[in-house]
Every structure is written in C-alpha cells, then in structure tokens.
C-alpha cells in the first residue's frame, strides 16, 4: 500500500459516485493521488474500501456537501490540490421537475462555491461532468460540440447549461483549464464487478432496470415509446461504457487544451431500447419480460454523438461495445445478489 502524503492531488468529488468511482480507479491507476469529496447521498461509503481493494492504495476522502463553502476550503487547506474533477451533482431528470431548487442549489451553487475556493489556490485543470443533455433535441445527428444549446425542458439539464456557461465566463479569467465532458449515457461496470451503480430504490435508467429485471427484482420492463420515428420505433441513445468514460478525465488531466473546451464522450453510435434489451438477452441468454408502453414525458426520439473532437484533443475514444456494457452491467448486477 502506498502513502504519499506530500504528492499533488487530484480533488474527485462524487468520487464514490457510479462514474467518480469509475474515474478514481482510472486515475490512480495512471499514477494519480487523489482526494474524494463525497457526501453519500447517492452512494455508499462501502464503495471506499472496494477502491482501496481494487488499486492497493490508501485514498484520502473527506464526508461532506459542496453547498458548505466552509468544508470546500478545509479540504483545499488539508491537501495540495493541483486539478479538480467535479462530478458531485444530482442527475435525476423526473426528480429534477418536482424539485427545481434542489437541483439549482446542489449543482450550481456547489460548482460556484467550488470555484469560489479555487480563486485562492493554484490549481491547473477543472474538468467538470455534463451531459448531452445541454443540446435538447438537435436538428442534426450526430452532435457535434458546436451544435447549439438546444431546449432541456427538465431543471437538471438546465443546470448543466448554466454550469457550462458559468465555466464558460470563468475560463476567460482563470489561471487553470477548463473542460466539460459531454457524457451520452454511460452504463455497464467495472470488469471486476467490484464497482459499479448503485441505483436507489426503483431505477430510473434503462440498464439498471434491464438488470434487475433479468435478476428477478422487477417484474417487467417497460419501454417508454414504441412509435418514435426510429427503425424499429423505440428511443436511440449513444450508450458509452462507463469504464472507457472514466479514462477519458485522466486524459483531458494530461493534454493542454487551452481556456475552455467541451467534449463529446460517446462512442457515436446509437442504439435502440430493443437493441439494448437484445444485447443484454444474448450475453444473460434469457429472455426479458418487456412491455412497450406510452412515451415517457420529456424524453427524446434520438440523440447521438460525434466523438471525434475527443479523439483529436485527446487521443481518446471508446474501445468497448454494447456487449461488453451489457456484459459487465449483468456481471455487477449478479454480484449483487451474492
Ligand atoms: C437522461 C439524460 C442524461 C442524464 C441521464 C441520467 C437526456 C438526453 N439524457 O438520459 O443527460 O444524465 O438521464 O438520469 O436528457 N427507458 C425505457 N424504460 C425504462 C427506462 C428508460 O424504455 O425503464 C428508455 C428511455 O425512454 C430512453 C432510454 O431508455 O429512451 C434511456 O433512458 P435513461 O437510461 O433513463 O437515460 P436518458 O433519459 O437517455
């Protein structure tokens, strides 16, 4: 186990999140020492000690909300910050409807408090988690990062909007480099099923859903929409495995890339619900009980994206498949039962 106290770190937060702990392993496995800010409102302080196991490595971590300015600078004064990767947010779109203020609270004013504390630190790179969402329904797929901000009807992805253009202004001053990772929808686990998502209650989101239903903890599937104006009438997203998501932050760390930049991460390929339910009944080899039901309010026909402006920044694009998402996402899924 290694212990290097006086190493530059890099601060995570949501870091025992399903994606931060994806990017801490990631990191640490490319020689990172980091910090994990979390304050388990969707996660399990469990998923520390699995980290632990999975790198051999001691992680620092700190229990707290980045709405408390307060813990935001005793950590900065604790540690030798030299990049930040902001991922502590809420995602849930539904959720977000009924709770707008909630959503405006923790992901806004937590990203301005942050930044707020690093107007007093050095700091090189602040790379920030936001979604595909920020382009609404495009008028052209793939996107590209020039596509413009589209209508997000739902407070969450409004958040993400505003954040990008809070970072946006912000860039234009800092000391340190912006960039915002455009995530499509990222699921599967770690191969080792040691981490993964952790949905909850009921999930909102179709892999997990597709996975407990495969386990027996949900009755049916329900697909949301069966005559969008698709090939085979169910919604296209460009799902992306969660772990080649991850390594895609330890790379924008590595490059320089100037003020500001916003990246798609998605393999550019969209998939139909019924595809996702088809890759995961052949790597389960069973049969999902599905139904198809009436469209889900605020959902979209199609959203896919162009990757190649990570590939040429970074060097970086998706290596894995939609079976080896459903692979590892089943993998996980029936680690849980054990
Ligand atoms: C949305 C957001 C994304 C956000 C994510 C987190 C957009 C474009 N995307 O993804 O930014 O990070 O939520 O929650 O706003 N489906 C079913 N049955 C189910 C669940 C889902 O048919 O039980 C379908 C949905 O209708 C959709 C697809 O599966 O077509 C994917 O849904 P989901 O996994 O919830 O992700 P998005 O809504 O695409």
């Known amino acids: 186990m290694h212990y290097s106290g006086n190493m530059k770190k890099v601060l995570l937060t949501g870091g025992l999140g399903y994606i931060g702990s994806h990017v801490a392993v990631e990191l640490i496995k490319q020689g990172h020492d980091i910090v994990i800010i979390d304050d388990l409102s969707n996660s399990e302080y469990t998923v520390l000690g699995r980290l632990s196991e999975l790198t051999g490595t001691e992680i620092y971590f700190e229990l707290g909300d980045v709405r408390d300015i307060d813990f935001l600078k005793g950590v900065f004064q604790r540690y030798e910050i030299e990049n930040v990767i902001h991922l502590a947010a809420k995602k849930a779109v539904g959720e977000s409807v009924n709770k707008p203020l909630h959503y405006y609270d923790i992901n806004v004013s937590g990203l301005i408090n942050l930044l707020k504390v690093l107007e007093d630190h050095q700091a090189k790179k602040f790379v920030f988690s936001s979604s595909c969402t920020v382009y609404g329904q495009p008028e052209f797929l793939p996107v590209t990062e020039s596509t413009p901000f589209g209508d997000t ?86 799902y992306i495995h969660v772990v080649d998501l991850a390594s895609a932050h330890v790379k924008a760390l590595k490059v320089d890339l100037g003020p500001y930049t916003a990246l798609n991460l998605g393999t550019g390929r969209g998939y139909s619900v019924l595809e996702v339910i088809k890759a995961f009944e052949e790597v389960a080899d069973m049969k ?30 998706a290596e894995l498949g939609l079976t080896d998402m459903m692979r590892d996402a089943w993998k996980w899924q029936q680690g849980l039962a054990k």
């Open 288 to 317: 999902l009980n599905y139904s198809i039901v009436d469209r889900r309010v605020g959902d979209l026909p199609e959203i896919y994206g162009d990757p190649s402006m990570a590939y040429k920044k970074l060097r970086w694009k």
């Open 153 to 238: 009807p739902s407070p969450y992805g409004k958040t993400k909007q505003m954040c990008e253009q809070i970072l946006g202004s912000v860039a234009k001053v800092a000391r340190y480099e912006v960039v915002s990772l455009r995530y499509f929808n990222p699921v599967g686990a770690h191969h080792s099923s040691k981490i993964g998502e952790l949905p909850k209650g009921v999930p909102n989101n179709l892999v997990p859903f597709i996975t407990q239903t495969g386990a027996g903890l949900r009755d049916q599937l329900k697909v949301f929409g069966g005559d969008y104006d698709t090939p085979d009438g169910t919604a296209i997203r460009d």
